[in-house]
């Protein structure tokens, strides 16, 4: 079991990279929990904006455990620099969540992308063709890795990435039952379900009514 802190010193850009073999986290909640931050699917070009507040925070914790692991080896080490490893990673989390809000504007720049890409998605049937889009698709069209667009836009409004492409297309399903004389069958494959009751379950998921139901009752209105 080991920690190692590597310096990069005289290199541009500077900076420390901390290793944690697993078995210092065996039997550990953190060994459970660490699965839980989204950010280690991050692609390089999704940085960590800090300011220089929070990085004074980050570092400071860093010199916690370097202390611990060069000074006191003990069997209270263990539990003490696992404690200051959650806490590292929990800040860096928070700062995840605060930087998708305060880099407000690129944030919803990639909203109205977002939008756009799935207005052409649905509204293109050789795209259709190729089946739904898929989250990998969408992030690959953006330019992010998945985890960063869907960590990005729950915050931002609350839906994940997948959320979003269901939200569209039931927009969608819902214009051409209202307006078309289209089949469900013929609207499903339009909208790039391979199989009929696929479509059919998603969105009485999504409305509470099949799209049968929701045909009928908005003809009725």
Aim: glycine fraction near 6%; charge should be negative.
């Amino acid at each position: 079991m080991r920690v190692e802190i590597d310096e990069f010193a005289n290199t541009a850009p500077s900076g420390w990279m901390l290793l944690v073999h697993p078995d210092f986290l065996a039997n550990t909640a953190l060994a459970k929990k660490i699965r839980e931050y989204g950010y280690f699917g991050y692609s390089a070009n999704e940085a960590l904006f800090l300011s220089e507040q929070e990085e004074q925070l980050l570092e400071g914790l860093i010199g916690h455990i370097r202390q611990e692991f060069g000074i006191y080896t003990d069997r209270f080490s263990q539990q003490i620099i696992i404690a200051e490893v959650e806490a590292l990673l929990g800040y860096a989390d928070r700062f995840y969540h605060r930087q998708f809000i305060t880099r407000s504007v690129a944030s919803h720049n990639v909203l109205n992308r977002l939008e756009n890409l799935l207005d052409n998605c649905f509204s293109s049937a050789e795209r259709l063709q190729q089946g739904l889009p898929t989250v990998q698709f969408v992030a690959e069209k953006l330019n992010m890795s998945p985890n960063y667009l869907s960590g990005l836009l729950k915050e931002l409004t609350g839906l994940n990435t997948q959320q979003h492409i269901h939200e569209k297309l039931i927009i969608v399903a819902k214009e051409k039952l209202s307006s078309t004389d289209l089949t469900v069958s013929e609207i499903a494959y339009h909208l790039g379900f391979e199989h009929v009751p696929s479509f059919s379950k998603l969105f009485k998921q999504k409305t509470t009514q099949s799209p049968v139901s929701f045909r009928q009752g908005f003809r009725k209105t």
